[in-house]
């Protein structure tokens, strides 16, 4: 199946500070990647789609303005936490599908976030 | 917006044993994804459904759609250790450009 890596795999950071999540599909281009989130014991939520070349669309509830996408390539997405608070702290998840009819997506191996 | 409830939420099967998940939807399904997951990493892409009456297996995995693509069961034969992990049943409801909505996952333990 087609590779999504994830960078970095851990980041500890300071109440009020930004950290970047990167999303690369190393095998394949992806014009659509996905962003999710997942708090201890809970499910995947979806907390938006990114699109290369515009603007990401969000779920509801989700604020745009604290977590930045952009998805500047075809290989390349980021999340962009800003001004970090440790309820922010979760294992957050990207995906990518390869398009063209081909439906499944693959996912990365996750970015855990604690932010103190 | 789509719901999809999964069980039973853990399971405690015995090595060699035969097992089913369930995975039931409130909305007819566009796609039906299994992936597996182990706690704090990211997941592991199963099999995707998309036809009622669909079914696929993979070694010793079958996954079943019925044929009002609402209802999905996965089913393990001869359960191995490598099987342990968190099942989670995906759902797309439109085509490959939507985000999944997933269930809250079938946390598996295969006893020796």
């Known amino acids: 199946g087609a590779v999504v890596s994830q960078h970095p795999s851990r980041v500890i950071c300071k109440s009020g500070t930004s950290v970047k999540i990167e999303c690369r599909s190393l095998?394949?281009?992806?014009?659509?990647m996905f962003w999710y989130r997942q708090f201890p014991k809970q499910s995947l939520m979806l907390m938006a789609t990114s699109n290369e070349g515009s603007k990401a669309t969000y779920e509801q509830g989700v604020e745009k303005d604290k977590f930045l996408i952009n998805h500047a390539s075809l290989t390349l997405s980021t999340l962009t936490v800003t001004s970090a608070h440790p309820e922010d702290s979760s294992f957050y998840i990207c995906?990518?599908?390869?398009?063209?009819?081909?439906?499944?997506?693959?996912f990365g191996p996750g970015t855990r976030l604690l932010v103190l | 917006s789509q719901e999809l409830e999964q069980s039973p939420q853990s399971l405690i099967v015995q090595e060699g044993k035969n097992l089913t998940i369930n995975c039931t939807s409130s909305k007819t399904l566009y796609g039906l994804y299994w992936y597996k997951q182990k706690y704090g990493e990211g997941l592991i892409f199963l099999m995707m459904l998309q036809k009622g009456g669909e079914e696929k297996s993979h070694e010793k995995i079958t996954a079943k759609l019925d044929e009002k693509k609402q209802q999905s069961s996965l089913h393990i034969t001869a359960s191995q250790p490598s099987h342990a992990g968190i099942y989670l049943c995906g759902a797309s409801t439109g085509g490959g450009a939507d985000g999944l909505t997933f269930g809250k996952g079938t946390h598996l333990i295969i006893q020796p």
């Open positions: 995906s990518a599908n390869q398009g063209q009819g081909q439906e499944t997506q693959y």
């Open positions: 095998d394949f281009q992806a014009t659509t």
